[in-house]
């Protein structure tokens, strides 16, 4: 057993209200200079739609992730022979048309106009070369809320996998949100892709950072990444991914993109896993396999044996008590609520969803047919596919997104009928016991999703700065450390402390 | 160099191998991390928010490094809603994220600007020794050299000025206004003061003081909803968005909560989990949707249909088949449904009168006319219930719901005669759902009563009515429909054709919604707002729904009721506010407008009504078939709607003239106008609106882009008001003329002589500007910021000091003042003018004109009489060379007492306190020795020490106030928190939770969500209703007139895009006619944040038109391809957004996105392309002008026409060659 701690996120995406404020909070933080405007460290995708960059879960084309070679594991765009040959020339690389054109506006000509003919107006102008443009074509969310319908919804890959036929018509209108960020990956792909060793995954948090001074711009990473989160800054010429705010949780503090999600979807907390579970996890045979093989990386939390290695580890008591309390261990593993996004990409990406629930189509229209319980809506009629979502978050097995909405239905049926009553108590039992669901859970679920109070939704131990080297120079040094003698305190003519 | 290389080295030992061998765990150097860490630190952090009328009113956490605003992000410390309940954190959303960009962006305006033709005529005047208002004036009254800078509005050309200059040349335009026409001919548009109180208040303080005209917003907005008033006799009280999370049954309808109610929406979802179901109705699969259970698409503007036909179901279901008892007791209590009314013959058919009143049967009660009537189940005989719009007057202390005979006995009201019936007549019932004038003919149970003169009256109750009007059948005669099925009105079958939404999903809904609330005693709430409100027919959409909310026993009920969110109007320190706003602590006489009329006049849209062709029906009108102008002029004259510029003639030289004639006091003056009036020797403003001498001459637009986002009719704004290039493409020669208005030939042409913009951006308003002023930005300055949707108070903080020339509004305003008054002092002497104020609601003149006759003096069937028949007439003093002193000082006025809404506060004690917290002004001059008010900080300290909402003291002084006019004890719902003390250091340190003030209706005591009405419910005090009421019935004349005495579903207007016989424009290719609906966006709010670079890289920059594809298709488009869309009233160029998520038949151009980005020329109109709101012109409602007549008359924001302009048809073509205009 090797013990590792992770902080993870879950979104839960039927909290989701699709209002890209966690985008733009990234974007004013990390990614509002020259060189980084297409980068959305964080971003949010309207589905069905193509995502972005346009269709990037299509890995036939991008080649992002791993696969399996003859029950081996490989990076799928091909190991370091292939590398070789292609350094100069990535033919699997996101193009321009990928992602788009970043554009402003002539502003000043508003105010600076001379006298003319015409109202002045600001026209649209290419960040990239500087030309006035007559209109953008694309966008990092061009197809928000469904904008483009069926000229643009057909793209997504997972429509194109489904059996099930999706009409893209007024009354049968269904879609949701897919925040996306950095996966921070047990297995991470991009790490592996870099052929100058720049991305590592930090030891202490699982936190996937690229190493600014060692990144030589190859960007094998961006599309190594089957989620397309590593971008290529055009000025600095390094690659550039989310940081997870380490600055933040290093002092104690969610991420920008959840403490500023107003839909308070976002959950962070720390797991704790068995690195050396991971290659095997990552190789099981049937991509079906993934999710519970994932799933069995991670460590209970409560018990002595791994509270005992985890100590032998050197992972303090907090952090202990933070997978204990953390909002991740309870839904993805306790309640297991949360899934993986793309698990196929065998990457075991560390940032879960709860699947959406949704209105039932119109056409139910038969009284009985409308409710199993009287007011909340059965889960094989909602308007999202359980097909589309499997696709998304169980490489395809719908029993498993079944179960979840179920679990969610239920616990609203439960509290409709403590709350209000109405609702038949045959029918509910029936429910509760189908979804596996007791009334306690039902309670803790209703507490974290519900009333999901700040310090429950977020609860990350500060960082474990003591592992450092002469904190008590940097306690002096911090941020001056271009003033202060490199050496640090050893420098002193004296004792410390005297 | 060395050092790092040798960090290299030291990691370069291979590392530990785990994971089978798959993974390296090895040292590296990561001293690079630092450089995130660098950039997320920053120097400090300062509480503000964004001041841009949004309901959000979120606190911010702005970030300063290095001197920089860097970012912002959400502040997560509100007071807890306690322990089992979800927190207002975080609040925030895209939009307020982005603003930051806008500190050193390049669309900012960080110098004073002035258009180069005026200022170099100016200084041409100013070089020949001129002094300032000698140039001002040669300037204007020259038609040569007027017309050539007014005509330069809009074409560039500014060139950098300064403050001086500025507010010299502001100061002239102002003076040589009131000298030559008065000063109701400067006036001010600002928005919404919730949204940074203080900034509004320093343009309308110097307006009040000059006597200027301060415009609404609210109403011309058409965001008020006109039924509030009509059925609660309140502006608007709403839940706070917290109250959502105890509903149980949520019915979405028509407000896109995830959107445009972004930091909110998680309360919704979230009940979600705790049991509550989620309805939602929309058009279109809106954001909504997602979290709905079930989607009722109805067709735009078929929302009224939808809720009558629920009306139905719930009054079949809970009131007829199994009465509900929890229903019935609050129906007798807190409605006016068993209040009795008169049942009228008239040729031989029976129609609805009025209201019974105690007057029609004895001559006991004080103010007789005004209580109604209800019939006791005890006695068996009619009965006086307390509470009616007598006893508010009356002078005795009876003014409450307490259901109790003078005696003191109790009365049981009964709903029906069903069961004591003497007679069934038949009722017309008006029927306007497909033909206008249509009736059905229902029967109803009466019974007979003797008046005071012995007639035979036959009355019957509300009930009855609504049951005879909604259809449901108790086995009387008349077309009632036979079941659900029946496609007769008001029947789920019926609103099937209409609404097309699935019947069985109205019965089940409504059964659901009446079910649970029957279940929870009132926990089912409906949230509506723009997507229902915006329409004509506003007040009757408004009113079926709120059918429901009534029926149910769920409005004031924690968890129930309606949930109206459209704009940011409620000022929390409402009494104090005011009270600066409006310098009353000088005694000031401020004008307030309504800005619906004001721009319908000044714009001169009324030039452009289509005309409709009267003709017979069966319910003839006489009111209907007016001229929406000559009822404006109507309402004026009678003293409903408040009318500025007022006369012609100047309101100084009338009274001037008045004096010369020998009147001594100030009543002989107003006889001697009245007289004048009568006589018609003097003219009404509004009757001459193209009279030179009634022009809007100094225009004033802050906090506002009135071009680019709310003008309404927006082509009409800059040809009459502006006088820029528009793209008018009516013939007014096809319009229908008003009569009593004067209409020339040719409609005035840029009737500002000064348009002046103050902003930090630069908008449409800044491009059609003369001055543009450079004003701090939200995180330069101090303010306060309150709203609906959470109960706090908190504050702006400057993070930076305003850069560059900019100053804040305040200091602006001040700016201005001054300069004002050492011109003033030289060519405005202190004089004195005639004030006329319309009859207000909340104080006596809304008993002013009973019955709810219409009775016009200039016809002779009434004397003129101001403040009963006509407006109020004051003589006010003005004192203009003292308007800078009286800004910054508190005046000694404040000391005679202070309040609204009836209520009043004690301003002795306050005005010690302020001179205590704010020090006095040691300025030479008539305010040296009072409070000092001279910056923004001190205005806040007013507002709160001022206001019950953040001072205990004020509180229990306002409810004390209310106990003697009640009867009740209400006290102790203030008490607890009087020592309670807010200041700017408070609300800074933390936002803070308003107390419970009698200026609103919810009860916000041990830490209760604020839910409406709850004052009204659980401490039996009126609603400020004619009955005391909620109300389903409005008995007025013109209301009866238009057969909206009751809730009823009046279709969406089909006018446009042209007028018959009108030219059309030329036909190039295929085009398409849609439904135009502008619902609020996406990525700003109104066209705020619309430019920041992440709101534009978010979607697909402006501007843009939503449609459905198929619709898109048939006329050639594809995606993203350019289209210009055009009617009679302009023309606009975009880009489309194709998808199948909208219906057919209609079209989304987002509210508001500007023209300032990316807009080409149209080939309609070969101009730059318009604003969404150029293919716009608004249709105010006559009934809206209704007055003095109990809860429909007039207040400011309160009540009045709305500048509706939802119901729009456009033509939608592609746009062939793309021009982008450059010289």
Not at chain 2, 365 to 370: K, M, R, V
Not at chain 2, 431 to 454: C, L, N, S
Not at chain 2, 646 to 662: H, P, W, Y
Request: with cysteine; aromatic share 10%.
């Amino acid at each position: 057993m090797k013990i590792k701690a992770q902080v993870a996120m879950v979104m839960h995406l039927d909290k989701c209200i699709g209002c890209h404020t966690c985008s733009v909070t990234c974007k004013s933080t990390w990614t509002n200079r020259p060189g980084t405007e297409y980068m959305w460290f964080n971003n949010v995708e309207t589905r069905p739609g193509p995502g972005y960059p346009k269709e990037w879960e299509n890995q036939d084309r991008y080649k992002g992730g791993w696969e399996l070679k003859n029950g081996k594991l490989r990076l799928k765009a091909g190991g370091p022979v292939s590398k070789l040959k292609n350094i100069f020339y990535n033919p699997n690389m996101g193009t321009l048309e990928d992602y788009y054109e970043p554009w402003t506006y002539d502003y000043e000509n508003l105010l600076n106009s001379p006298k003319s003919e015409n109202l002045p107006v600001a026209r649209p102008k290419s960040m990239i070369t500087g030309k006035y443009m007559d209109k953008p074509e694309w966008g990092s969310n061009w197809d928000d809320d469904l904008a483009g319908g069926s000229e643009v919804v057909p793209l997504d890959p997972n429509i194109q996998h489904m059996q099930e036929h999706i009409a893209m018509e007024y009354e049968k209108t269904f879609m949701m949100y897919l925040p996306r960020i950095c996966e921070h990956c047990l297995n991470p792909s991009c790490v592996a892709s870099c052929p100058s060793g720049a991305l590592y995954k930090r030891d202490e948090d699982g936190i996937v950072l690229v190493d600014q001074e060692e990144c030589r711009g190859w960007r094998f990473c961006t599309n190594g990444c089957p989620y397309n989160k590593v971008y290529y800054n055009w000025n600095t010429h390094k690659a550039e991914k989310c940081n997870f705010c380490y600055p933040r949780t290093e002092a104690g503090l969610p991420t920008i993109c959840s403490e500023t999600c107003v839909g308070r979807i976002r959950y962070i907390g720390v797991v704790l896993y068995d690195a050396d579970k991971v290659k095997a996890a990552a190789t099981v045979e049937d991509p079906q396999d993934l999710y519970e093989a994932q799933l069995d990386c991670f460590l209970d939390p409560f018990d002595p044996e791994v509270i005992e290695e985890a100590e032998k580890a050197g992972i303090n008591n907090e952090w202990i008590k933070g997978a204990q309390e953390s909002p991740i261990y309870k839904m993805a593993m306790k309640w297991k609520i949360a899934l993986p996004l793309h698990p196929e990409y065998r990457t075991l990406p560390m940032v879960w969803y709860v699947p959406p629930l949704s209105p039932i189509m119109n056409h139910v229209t038969n009284e009985d047919e409308l409710n199993t319980d009287g007011y909340i809506p059965a889960v094989d009629q909602m308007r999202i596919p359980i097909e589309y979502l499997a696709s998304l978050l169980s490489a395809g097995d719908t029993e498993v997104i079944r179960n979840v909405l179920l679990k969610l239905t239920a616990m609203r049926v439960h509290m409709r009928s403590v709350n209000v009553g109405g609702i038949d108590e045959l029918q509910e039992s029936k429910l509760l016991e189908e979804a596996g669901l007791d009334v306690e859970t039902i309670e803790e679920m209703v507490r974290l999703l519900g009333v999901a109070k700040y310090d429950e939704r977020f609860v990350i131990p500060t960082g474990r700065r003591e592992m450092d080297d002469d904190l008590h120079y940097k306690q002096g040094a911090c941020s001056l450390e271009d003033l202060a003698p490199p050496e640090g305190m050893v420098t002193y003519p004296f004792e410390r402390g005297s | 160099m060395t050092n790092k290389l040798f960090k290299h080295l030291k990691f370069l030992t291979p590392g530990e191998r785990i994971n089978d061998g798959f993974t390296e765990e090895s040292p590296r150097p990561r001293d690079w991390e630092k450089m995130y860490r660098n950039r997320w630190a920053h120097d400090k952090v300062v509480r503000s928010t964004h001041g841009v009328n949004c309901t959000g009113s979120c606190s911010w956490k702005i970030y300063v490094k290095d001197g920089i605003i860097t970012s912002e992000t959400q502040q997560t410390d509100y007071p807890s809603n306690g322990a089992d309940f979800p927190e207002y954190e975080p609040r925030g959303c895209p939009r307020g994220a982005s603003f930051s960009w806008y500190t050193y962006s390049p669309v900012r305006v960080k110098y004073p600007y002035i258009r180069s033709d005026l200022y170099q005529m100016w200084k041409e005047e100013r070089e020949l020794g001129h002094d300032p208002v000698k140039a001002w004036s040669n300037i204007t009254s020259d038609p040569v050299k007027r017309e050539k800078y007014v005509r330069a509005r809009g074409k560039g050309g500014f060139v950098r000025a300064n403050w001086r200059d500025s507010c010299e040349m502001i100061a002239s335009a102002i003076i040589h206004t009131i000298k030559k026409y008065g000063p109701d001919r400067v006036t001010g548009f600002s928005p919404i003061p919730a949204m940074s109180m203080v900034s509004y208040s320093a343009g309308t303080r110097f307006l009040s003081l000059i006597g200027g005209n301060i415009l609404s917003f609210y109403d011309w907005y058409a965001d008020l909803p006109p039924a509030s008033p009509q059925v609660w006799g309140d502006q608007t009280d709403v839940p706070e968005s917290a109250d959502w999370y105890n509903t149980k049954y949520f019915i979405i309808w028509g407000t896109n909560l995830p959107q445009t109610r972004t930091p909110d929406a998680h309360f919704m979802v979230e009940a979600r989990y705790n049991g509550t179901k989620v309805v939602g109705v929309s058009p279109d699969y809106a954001e909504y949707e997602k979290f709905a259970d079930v989607w009722l698409p109805a067709r735009a503007g078929t929302d009224g249909a939808l809720a009558m036909a629920m009306t139905h179901v719930v009054l079949k279901e809970f009131y007829v088949d199994n009465p509900t008892p929890y229903f019935i007791q609050y129906a007798k209590k807190f409605t006016d449904l068993p209040f009795l009314v008169t049942v009228d013959q008239k040729d031989g058919e029976y129609r609805t009168g009025r209201f019974l009143h105690a007057s029609d049967l004895n001559d006991n009660q004080e103010l007789g006319d005004w209580k109604t009537v209800v019939w006791d189940a005890n006695t068996n005989s009619v009965a006086f219930p307390n509470g009616t719009q007598g006893h508010r007057w009356d002078g005795d202390n009876k003014w409450n719901l307490n259901l109790e005979n003078e005696n003191g006995s109790t009365i049981n009201p009964e709903l029906s005669f069903l069961p004591m019936s003497e007679e069934t007549v038949q009722v017309e019932f008006p029927y306007f759902a497909h033909e206008q004038g249509d009736v059905v003919r229902r029967g109803i149970p009466v019974k007979h009563i003797q008046d005071k003169a012995g007639n035979n009256l036959r009355v019957t109750t509300v009930y009855d009515l609504m049951m005879a009007h909604t259809g449901v059948s108790r086995g009387l005669p008349g077309d009632y429909p036979v079941d659900y099925n029946d496609p007769k009105p008001y029947t789920p079958a019926w609103q099937e054709s209409i609404t097309s939404v699935n019947k069985q999903h109205v019965i089940q809904v409504a059964r659901e919604f009446a079910d649970n609330a029957a279940r929870t005693k009132g926990k089912s709430m409906i949230a509506m707002g723009g997507g229902t409100n915006h329409w004509y027919h506003s007040d009757q959409i408004y009113r079926s729904i709120l059918n429901l909310v009534l029926l149910t026993g769920s409005q004031g009920v924690n968890g129930g009721g309606w949930a109206h969110y459209v704009g940011q109007e409620k000022v929390r320190p409402v009494e104090g506010w005011q009270t600066v706003a409006f310098s009353k602590d000088w005694g000031s006489a401020p004008r307030l407008q309504n800005g619906t009329s004001f721009f319908y006049f000044a714009t001169d849209q009324y030039r452009y009504e289509e005309k409709s062709e009267p003709k017979e029906t069966q319910w003839g009108s006489k009111y209907q078939d007016m001229h929406p102008a000559d009822v404006n002029a109507l309402s004026a004259r009678l003293g409903w709607l408040p009318s500025y510029p007022q006369f012609s003639q100047n309101s100084i030289d009338l009274v001037k003239e008045a004096r010369e004639n020998g009147a001594t006091t100030d009543q002989a003056v107003i006889d001697s106008i009245v007289d004048k009036i009568k006589k018609g020797e003097i003219d009404w403003s509004i009757e001459n609106p193209d009279d030179p001498r009634n022009f809007p001459r100094v225009f004033f637009n802050w906090r506002s882009n009135l071009l680019g986002d709310s003008g309404k009719g927006h082509e009409y704004f800059v040809k009459h008001l502006i006088g820029g290039d528009d793209q008018v493409l009516a013939d007014t020669g096809l319009s229908w003329k008003p009569e009593t208005v004067n209409v020339k030939d040719k409609g005035a042409e840029g009737k500002s002589d000064l348009f002046v913009s103050i902003d930090f951006r630069m908008t449409s308003s800044g491009l059609f500007s003369d001055i543009v002023l450079p004003t701090a930005t939200w995180y330069e300055k101090f303010d306060l910021s309150t709203t609906d949707l959470h109960p706090f108070i908190h504050p702006f903080n400057a993070a930076i000091s305003p850069p560059w020339e900019a100053k804040s509004d305040w200091d602006g305003f001040r700016e201005i003042s001054k300069v004002f008054s050492e011109l003033a002092k030289e060519h405005l002497p202190e004089t004195e003018e005639i004030v006329t104020s319309p009859l207000g609601h909340d104080s006596k003149d809304e008993i002013a004109q009973p019955n709810g006759k219409i009775l016009d003096w200039r016809k002779g069937e009434v004397e003129a009489i101001p403040g009963k028949t006509m407006p109020n007439f004051a003589v006010v003093k003005r004192d203009y060379s003292n308007v800078y002193q009286k800004m910054t000082t508190i005046g000694p006025n404040l000391k005679k007492g202070y309040g609204m809404k009836g209520i009043k506060l004690p301003g002795d004690k306050v005005y010690e306190e302020l001179k205590e917290r704010l020090g006095v002004s040691k300025r030479e001059g008539i305010g040296k020795g009072h409070p000092d008010l001279y910056t923004d900080i001190k205005a806040i300290e007013t507002i709160l020490l001022m206001s019950g909402a953040s001072n205990g003291k004020r509180a229990v002084e306002g409810w004390e106030n209310l106990e003697l006019k009640t009867g009740q004890k209400l006290r102790e719902i203030a008490e607890g928190r009087e020592e309670e003390a807010f200041t700017l250091a408070d609300i800074t340190a933390q936002p803070r939770q308003t107390l419970s003030s009698p200026m609103w209706s919810g009860l916000e005591k041990d830490g209760r969500r604020y839910s409406p009405f709850t004052v009204n419910t659980e401490y039996s005090i009126p609603w400020r209703t004619l009955t005391g009421r909620q109300s389903f019935y409005l008995d007025h004349e013109m209301m009866l007139d238009y057969g909206e005495g009751l809730p009823t579903y009046l279709p969406p207007l089909t006018k446009g895009p042209y007028v018959k016989g009108e030219k059309e424009a030329e036909s190039n290719g295929p085009s398409i006619t849609i439904r135009y609906l502008t619902p609020h966006q996406k990525w700003g709010i109104h066209t705020m944040f619309t430019e920041t670079s992440a709101m534009v890289q978010l979607f697909r920059g402006w501007q843009t038109v939503w449609m459905n594809e198929k619709d898109g298709n048939s006329i050639g488009l594809k995606d993203n391809d350019w289209i210009e869309v055009y009617n009679r009233n302009g023309a606009i160029s975009a880009r489309v957004v194709l998808t199948y998520r909208i219906p057919k038949g209609m079209a989304y151009m987002h509210h508001a996105q500007d023209r300032t980005m990316g807009v080409p020329g149209t080939t309609v109109g070969k101009k730059r392309g318009g604003t969404h709101n150029s293919v716009t012109r608004i249709t105010a409602k006559p009934t809206h002008m209704i007055g003095g007549y109990s809860q429909l008359s007039y207040g400011f924001n309160y009540y009045g026409p709305t500048g509706s302009q939802r119901d729009t048809i456009a033509i939608i073509r592609p746009l062939k060659e793309v021009n982008w205009l450059e010289n």
